[in-house]
């Protein structure tokens, strides 16, 4: 590859932003029509942005903009290897073996076959993390809605490992259960009681924090 003629640090960066899908403009049409198809636009010279896309797709997309600005720049030295690096999280092993052996060993560990099922696709490697906290307490393998596979491990998972702050970081963001299912109070109050434990959290605040997640 070329070496670099500049190096590049954090000065150079001009803008950020996290957490929005930008969309093409298509003429004042509402944002539920427009095209969630992914580009990589060059509105002016030097200036590369891209629009649409999904998660699922986001390494690719990554990929193929790094290749585009490669061309296009002396600042970057290689093509992307974003599309054939393991994630941090990916088993050395082949998928299915590893998956059906932590099946085995979070059935061991008292989750329920679906949830024990789910747990590897969620986790990863860490799903380690998830087996020390339910020898560390064998009662919270009880689901949080008898519906879905997740448990109030997954709670105390989302508030150690993945710094869940509030009750919905828990429920909507750590694990789509509140997105998924409607949470009673009686429900809510099991997942904040755990949630609470570990945080430390007085009865008020976590009188607040199952408030979030009650409709009005």
């Known amino acids: 590859g070329r070496r670099l003629r500049k190096p590049i640090d954090s000065s150079q960066i001009r803008g950020r932003f996290a957490g929005v ?8 049409k509402h944002e539920s029509s427009l095209s969630r198809e992914w580009e990589l636009l060059q509105p002016e010279p030097g200036l590369f942005t891209t629009v649409g896309g999904k998660l699922t797709a986001a390494r690719e997309e990554a990929r ?9 720049s002396d600042l970057l030295c290689r ?3 974003t599309h054939t690096t393991p994630l941090p999280w990916s088993p050395t092993e082949p998928w299915e073996r590893w998956r059906a052996a932590r099946v085995g060993d ?7 076959a679906t949830a024990a099922g789910a747990a590897p696709s969620r986790y990863g490697t860490r799903v380690g993390r998830l087996m020390d906290i339910l020898k ?23 508030v150690r490992h993945e710094r869940a702050l509030t009750l919905e970081d828990a429920l909507r963001r750590r694990m789509p259960l509140s997105l998924l299912r409607p949470l009673s109070a009686d429900i809510l109050g099991k997942a ?13 605040q976590r009188e607040r924090e199952v408030a979030t997640l009650i409709p009005a």
């Open 21 to 28: 899908r930008v969309l093409r403009d298509a003429g004042g």
């Open 64 to 72: 193929l903009a790094l290749d585009v600005l490669v061309r296009a």
């Open 79 to 81: 093509s992307s290897t």
């Open 106 to 112: 979070l059935a061991e560990a008292g989750l329920d």
């Open 136 to 158: 560390e307490n064998p009662a919270l393998a009880q689901r949080i809605h008898a519906s879905e596979p997740f448990t109030l491990a997954d709670v105390v998972m989302g």
């Open 192 to 204: 904040v009681a755990v949630a609470g434990a570990q945080l430390g959290w007085s009865a008020s």
